[in-house]
């Protein structure tokens, strides 16, 4: 094993104890903004794999309650900040899907280089309307 996963397990716990309640109180562009700003890349290049953190973020956040408890936001804003972390950056993505006769949907999820990454299971974000992404783009619309 070329990484570290003692400490790597001890980021994802505290990342995820940290930032996953902070999504309730604090505005989502201040967050990436500080997140971004605190995940400058380690110098060492022993990483876990993104498939790996994203297994640890997500059993963490489905045992843990609320207000840690596993969400689709909280979990792409831990691992935008983790994957940052590991000199990967991803940018982190919100959109809406409505579906006549259905409530609104919401749904986060993050994207590198153009390709959505580290979906759970069959999740599908082709149906969603991104409304926001973090770091904002200076391009025009969203």
């Known amino acids: 094993m070329s990484w570290n996963r003692p400490a790597w397990a001890a980021r994802t716990l505290v ?12 505005p989502m562009d201040r ?10 890349p380690l110098r060492s290049g022993r990483v876990p794999p993104d498939p ?10 489905r045992r843990l309650p609320w207000p840690w408890h596993l969400t689709c936001l909280k979990r792409a804003s831990v691992l ?3 994957l940052g972390r590991a000199g990967r950056p991803v940018e982190l993505r919100i959109g809406v899907r409505h579906v006549p006769g259905d409530p609104l949907t919401a749904h986060a ?3 590198r280089d153009g ?3 580290l979906e759970p299971g ?3 974000v082709s149906g969603f309307e991104t409304i926001a ?3 904002e783009t200076s391009g025009g619309g969203l």
């Open 31 to 40: 967050l990436t903004g500080r997140l971004t700003r605190r995940a400058r």
């Open 80 to 82: 935008f900040y983790l």
């Open 133 to 135: 992404r973090f770091p």
């Open 109 to 111: 999820w993050l994207v």
């Open 15 to 26: 990342a995820a104890i940290v930032i996953a309640p902070l999504v309730h109180v604090v």
């Open 52 to 61: 790996e953190l994203a297994r640890w973020v997500d059993g963490l956040l």
């Open 115 to 117: 390709a959505v990454i």
């Open 122 to 124: 069959s999740a599908d």
